[in-house]
C-alpha cells in the first residue's frame, strides 16, 4: 500500500511552498488509495512551538487536506511528534554504533572550524576530515577524562550514490563530495537527517514526495537506509515554489503562509485548486477543479521540473471565481467573522437581519474577489454612510438638490417598491424633465449609499428600502 508522509516544523505558520507539499502528498495518497501521514518535526527545542503545531492543524484542514495519521488523531505507528520520539532515535544509533557503523566524534567547535578553514585553503570540499574515525582506545579515553562531549558521525562509504527520482529522472551523487556527517547531536538529539530516515522507515513510507531543496540531504538518507538494513522508499523531489520574478517566494512578494490567505478572506476551495495546479497541470490546461477531479487526474509524471510561479493575482482571479459559483447561504456564514472584525454585526442576528445581509452580499457577490471585501462592500446597508467632502462637493449643488427633493417625492409615492417599479418611475423622471440618467443617477447613488460605484442603483434602494432611502435622501439635500 502506498503511504506518504508530511512533515512540518512547527517553527511558524503553514508556508505556501509547504502547503503545496502536503496538497501533492495527498493527492498522491488519495489517487493510489494510500495512507497520508502527517508528522511534526519538532526537535528543534527552541524555535519549535506548540501554538504553531495547533496553527499548521487548522490551516491544513481549512485547506481540505485529511491524513489518516497524526498526532491528533493517533495511529499504528505513532507517536507523530518527533520529540516523543527521542528514545527511539538513540536505540537506532547505539545499534549502529555498536556494529562500527557510526562512531564518537570528541572534536571541538574550534577544531572543526580549524579544519573547515584549511580544508578551504587547500581547494578541498569543507566537510569532516575524519579525524575522530579511527581513534585509539587511549586517546578515546583521555577525552573521556578531559570530559569532552561527543557527537556520532555515520561512516559515509566512498561511492557514488544513484537514484531514480519519480520528477527528475536518474540523479547522481559522487561520493567524493559527502564526508562522515552526524546524526545525534552532543544532547542526545537526533539531526535532522537521522531522525527523518528512521521515521520514515518505522512508518513504512513508500514514497518521500518534497521539495528539490531537500533533493542535497537525499544521499544522507540513503546511506542511513542502507545503514539500517532498510528497503529504500521512492523519491520525488516537487519543484521549488517562486514569485513571479522568479526569486524564492518571501515577503517581499505578499503574504507567503495559509494563514495569511485564510485572514484576507480567501475560500479553501479556490486554494485548493490554484496550489494543486503549481507545477504540475493536465493535458488540456485546464484551469478549475473539484476535490475530486484533482484526486482523479493527479500523477507525478506531469509534475513539472521546472519552478512553480506562485502569482497572487491568479489566485485572486480564481478565488473570485469561486465566490461567484458558492451559494449565497454559504458566502455568508464565511463572511461573519469579517462582519463581527467591522463591528457591523453581532454575535446574534435574527432570521430578519440575516436575510437582510444575504441580500446585500448577493448584489455584490459577482465584484466580491475576497471575504475581506464583504463588510467594506455592503457596510452602507447596515450603517449610516459617511459622504466625503470631495464627492460631495463634485455632485451636490443646488441643481442636484432640487433634482434630489423631486425624487423623495416620487420615492414616497411608490406603493409597490420594487426596483422595476423603481427604476421605471425614475426613468420617466429623467425623460419629463429632460435630465440625461446620469445626472440624476450619480448623486442618487451618492445620497442614497455615500459612495460613487456600487451594485445596481435601483436594486440598492429597493433592499434598503423606502423609509431608509428617503431618509437619507432628506438628510443630504435639506
Request: proline residues 4%; glycine residues 6%; hydrophobic residues 35%.
Amino acid at each position: 500500500m502506498v503511504r506518504v508522509r508530511f512533515a512540518p516544523s512547527p517553527t511558524g505558520f503553514l508556508h505556501i511552498g509547504n502547503a503545496r507539499t502536503a496538497l501533492f502528498n495527498y493527492l498522491f495518497a488519495r489517487k493510489n488509495k494510500g495512507k497520508f501521514i502527517l508528522r511534526i518535526e519538532d526537535t528543534d527545542k527552541e524555535r519549535s512551538k506548540k501554538e504553531y503545531e495547533e496553527a499548521i492543524i487548522e490551516d491544513l484542514k481549512w485547506i481540505g487536506i485529511e491524513w489518516d495519521e497524526g498526532p491528533d488523531i493517533g495511529g499504528e505507528y505513532g507517536p507523530y511528534r518527533q520529540s516523543e520520539r527521542i528514545d527511539i532515535y538513540k536505540e537506532f544509533a547505539e545499534k549502529l554504533l555498536k556494529e562500527g557503523i557510526v562512531y564518537k566524534c570528541y572534536c571541538t567547535k574550534e577544531e572543526l572550524e580549524k579544519t573547515r578553514e584549511d580544508a578551504q585553503k587547500k581547494g578541498l570540499p569543507p566537510g569532516y576530515d575524519g579525524k575522530c574515525r579511527n581513534l585509539t582506545k587511549e586517546k578515546i579515553s583521555q577525552y573521556e577524562k578531559e570530559g569532552r562531549s561527543f557527537v556520532l558521525r555515520l561512516k559515509v562509504p566512498e561511492e557514488k550514490i544513484e537514484i531514480n527520482d519519480l520528477i527528475r529522472g536518474k540523479v547522481i551523487f559522487e561520493g567524493e563530495n559527502l564526508t562522515d556527517f552526524v546524526i545525534m547531536k552532543s544532547d542526545g538529539v537526533p539531526t535532522f537527517n537521522f531522525a527523518v530516515v528512521i521515521d520514515d522507515y518505522l512508518m513504512k513510507i513508500t514514497h518521500v514526495i518534497r521539495g528539490e531543496d531537500h533533493l542535497s540531504n537525499t544521499p544522507k538518507h540513503i546511506l542511513i537506509f542502507k545503514a539500517i538494513g532498510a528497503k529504500l522508499p521512492f523519491f520525488a523531489h516537487m519543484s521549488m515554489t517562486l514569485g513571479p520574478d522568479r526569486t524564492r517566494l518571501s515577503k517581499r512578494h505578499g503574504a507567503t503562509s495559509v494563514r495569511a490567505y485564510r485572514e484576507e478572506g480567501y475560500l479553501p476551495e479556490a486554494f485548493f485548486n490554484y496550489i494543486s495546479l503549481l507545477g504540475w497541470g493536465t493535458t488540456e490546461s485546464k484551469e478549475i477543479f473539484t476535490k475530486e477531479e484533482l484526486i482523479e487526474e493527479f500523477s507525478l509524471e506531469r509534475c513539472h521540473k521546472a519552478s512553480a510561479i506562485f502569482d497572487k493575482e491568479k489566485l485572486l482571479w480564481m478565488n473570485s471565481y469561486y465566490i461567484r459559483k458558492t451559494e449565497l447561504d454559504k458566502i455568508y456564514q464565511l463572511s461573519i467573522p469579517f462582519l463581527k472584525k467591522e463591528n457591523l454585526i453581532e454575535d446574534m442576528v435574527d432570521k430578519e437581519k440575516e436575510e437582510y445581509i444575504k441580500r446585500a452580499i448577493s448584489l455584490e457577490q459577482e465584484k466580491i474577489k475576497t471575504l475581506k471585501e464583504v463588510p467594506f462592500l455592503i457596510e452602507f446597508f447596515l450603517k449610516e454612510p459617511e459622504y466625503e467632502k470631495e464627492n460631495y462637493e463634485k455632485l451636490i449643488n443646488y441643481g442636484t438638490k432640487k433634482i434630489l427633493g423631486e425624487i423623495v417625492s416620487i420615492l414616497e409615492n411608490i406603493d409597490n417598491f420594487k426596483k422595476e417599479d423603481i427604476e421605471k418611475k425614475i426613468r420617466d423622471y429623467c425623460r419629463e424633465k429632460g435630465l440625461k440618467t446620469s445626472d440624476v443617477f450619480h448623486p442618487l447613488r451618492f445620497a442614497v449609499s455615500g459612495r460613487t460605484k456600487g451594485p445596481d442603483l435601483f436594486g440598492m434602494i429597493e433592499l434598503l428600502g423606502k423609509e431608509k432611502t428617503v431618509e437619507r435622501i432628506k438628510k443630504l439635500v435639506i
